[in-house]
T-cell receptor, first 111, second 112 residues
């Protein structure tokens, strides 16, 4: 069964304290892993897509990496405005029109 | 471009009532989908469409109907609302397979 699991559920950091969020998946033959950011009361907003193991993408203080079984979202020297819920998603193995989302990691960065 | 728009933003229903959640996009995207988001469960796919006239079920389709008569619009219908359908509903669109999805602002639905 296709599954996506994110950890931790919540993460509290001090401003400038770097850390990583994890997204593990069980889909075979991965056709892409997507990261989204969701602010309270809003819809998710796209961040990155990774397609193959070893691939990395960066955007400001965020860097996403991908292995064969998991992806990491590294946050370097975070600021309070990075506080949000971060979601990852993968398409189903046998139907690329269906996406499975993880339950997200809620990040809180204190000044 | 307005992107993906959803109406209403908030809705309160009584058990057994029906209603339609509206979703529209102005990006000429073929793929559209509906998700519900519940605490601790992430986003779950309800129904999706790969083009006008083509819809299919997602992970949690029971109690919901959809149709897609135009590229722009993808309404979600609740025929007989139940308290278990209390949730936040998001509509999304994308160019097609394996593309980033653009999400609407969501509709917060409460069923009493």
């Amino acid at each position: 069964e296709d599954q996506v699991t994110q950890s931790p559920e919540a993460l509290r950091l001090q401003e400038g304290e770097s850390s990583s969020l994890n997204c593990s998946y069980t889909v075979s033959g991965l056709r892409g892993l997507f990261w989204y950011r969701q602010d309270p009361g809003k819809g998710p907003e796209f961040l990155f897509t990774l397609y193959s193991a070893g691939e990395e993408k960066e955007k400001e203080r965020l860097k996403a990496t991908l292995t064969k079984k998991e992806s990491f979202l590294h946050i370097t020297a975070p600021k309070p405005e990075d506080s949000a819920t971060y979601l990852c998603a993968v398409p189903a193995q046998y139907n690329f029109n269906k996406f499975y989302f993880g339950s997200g990691t809620k990040l809180n960065v204190k000044p | 471009n307005a992107g993906v728009t959803q109406t209403p933003k908030f809705q309160v229903l009584k058990t057994g009532q029906s209603m339609t959640l509206q979703c529209a996009q102005d990006m000429n995207h073929e793929y559209m989908s509906w998700y519900r988001q519940d605490p601790g469960m992430g986003l779950r796919l309800i129904h999706y469409s790969v083009g006008a006239g083509i819809t299919d079920q997602g992970e949690v389709p029971n109690g919901y109907n959809v149709s897609r008569s135009t590229t722009e619009d993808f309404p979600l219908r609740l025929l007989s609302a139940a308290p278990s359908q209390t949730s936040v509903y998001f509509c999304a669109s994308s160019l097609g397979l394996n593309n980033e999805q653009f999400f609407g602002p969501g509709t917060r639905l409460t069923v009493l």
